[in-house]
């Protein structure tokens, strides 16, 4: 079947008449989907694009990385970040969001399909319509007889009340919210890495005090058999010198098995082969701590969990002002062309107009829609102001214990200067006959405490500083 020239000059017509109706038509103030925009409450000021900072390297499925050698702190963050699960599903999520917001945009743009018919019956006027999801929609009655028709059909809205505008900026809320969850997954696997690092840290530090306890020990014992040969110390010394390498023995290899647990969950969060052999460059001793410098003002604007509280309460607005649209006038540009054929002869033709509408009634669907949207709006809203209380006492939390780990540090630091001189001058009275083996295995043990509480007072005051940089939206 062809189509004539004059058909073809007048589809040509139809086309460029919508895309004026479309040129011409108010711009839009819905941002762009690759714009940054923020989604605040009204009277704030606009946040950062939820992935300014963001950078995700996505590895395929499987492909986990082998690592080996040292390992810094600030790299094993990194290698999490990039081989996370955790961070790959939700940025597939906030891809969802970004593709929903181009769903949305397109309902404002025009839409064109094309629709054949091929009927016979004897019924005349039987009324046939478009396959579901082919959109614009057409309804044609055919007439009796054999007929074959080619049709096609163009829409353009012009006046919806503002609903598709709405739904628009409802769909790039969304996809705000997504993009700070985003970022909220990403400063909770950082966080998560860190503590597993400072873990391992731990127990390695944990694991060369015990092996330092077993080698005093045990030279106690060896220098305390050779006197009780010699009749200089009773064998109750050397029994006491036994059970100390034996209690030193234990703690030896329950702080190797500590060590072995804490890189089974550091390989797991940065979601590497278990098979990954490497060890830790940093030490408690020489990582830097944050500054600790915070500002609650500063944590209430930077927190992803908040902006995207808010950017869920902006959705939620927008999702109602859609619902008040719908209850307003609608109006569309339609064209259609058509050519068809039947034992009678074949026609063709073109028609252009606008076609408005309102809806009556409909049973309280409208009413029902308005009032889930302003529940929703509601939600949201309580929603950031829970989320406004939690970042308080969370940042006031991790300030008071800041300080208290900073003056533990502090404190164990002259413990063990003590202990040390304890345990010196108690080894040199016994070696100079004047004190007996239990006073410096019981310095040994008050040496070996004091360099455990050292060890856990930097490890606790490391994971303060981490925890307050979490609770300001830092790091």
Do not use: H
Request: glycine share 8%.
């Amino acid at each position: 079947m062809k189509f004539n020239p004059k058909f073809t000059v007048l589809l040509t017509a139809l086309c460029q008449s919508a895309s004026f109706a479309q040129n011409t038509a108010p711009p839009s103030t819905a941002p762009a989907p690759e714009a940054n925009t923020s989604t605040a409450t009204q009277g704030a000021t606009a946040t950062p694009s939820p992935l300014d900072n963001a950078t995700l390297t996505i590895n395929g499925v499987g492909a986990r990385p082998l690592i080996t050698g040292p390992l810094s702190l600030q790299k094993a963050v990194e290698i999490a970040l990039n081989n996370s699960p955790i961070l790959r599903g939700v940025a597939a999520d906030f891809d969802e969001a970004t593709a929903r917001v181009k769903a949305a945009q397109a309902a404002r743009k025009p839409s064109l399909s094309a629709t054949t018919f091929l009927t016979t019956g004897s019924e005349t006027g039987p009324i046939y319509n478009t396959p579901d999801g082919v959109t614009p929609q057409n309804l044609f009655a055919v007439p009796r007889g054999a007929f074959a028709d080619q049709n096609l059909m163009l829409m353009l809205p012009l006046l919806n009340g503002g609903r598709l505008q709405a739904l628009t900026r409802q769909a790039q809320a969304a996809r705000d919210a997504s993009g700070f969850d985003l970022q909220t997954s990403r400063l909770d696997v950082a966080l998560d890495t860190k503590t597993a690092y400072r873990q391992a840290l731990l127990a390695l530090e944990t694991r060369k005090v015990a092996l330092a306890r077993q080698g005093a020990t045990s030279e106690q014992l060896k220098n305390d058999r050779a006197a009780q040969a010699v009749g200089r110390v009773p064998g109750l010394f050397v029994l006491r010198d036994e059970a100390e390498v034996a209690d030193a023995g234990q703690d030896v290899t329950n702080a190797a098995r500590d060590v072995e647990i804490a890189l089974i969950s550091l390989r797991a969060l940065m979601g590497v082969r278990f098979e990954s052999d490497f060890s830790l460059a940093d030490s408690l001793e020489t990582l830097k701590q944050d500054d600790g410098a915070s500002d609650l003002r500063s944590a209430l604007a930077q927190r992803p969990e908040l902006q995207s509280a808010r950017a869920r309460l902006e959705s939620a607005r927008q999702g109602d002002n859609a619902a008040r649209g719908a209850s307003k006038f609608q109006a569309a540009l339609t064209g259609m062309a058509d050519l068809s054929g039947a034992r009678s002869g074949s026609s063709g033709g073109l028609s252009v107009g606008v076609v408005v509408g309102v809806p009556i009634f409909d049973g309280g669907a409208r009413r029902a829609s308005r009032d889930e949207a302003r529940a929703q709006i509601n939600r949201a809203g309580a929603d950031v102001s829970r989320l406004e209380i939690q970042v308080e006492r969370e940042v006031a939390g991790a300030q008071i214990s800041l300080r208290a780990a900073r003056q533990n540090v502090a404190a164990s630091q002259a413990a063990l200067v003590w202990a040390q001189e304890s345990y010196r001058v108690a080894l040199l009275r016994y070696q100079g006959g004047r004190a007996t083996n239990a006073e410096t295995l019981d310095a040994l043990t008050a040496l070996t405490r004091a360099r455990t509480k050292r060890a856990r007072a930097l490890y606790e005051a490391q994971i303060a500083s981490d925890q307050l940089a979490r609770a300001t939206g830092r790091g």
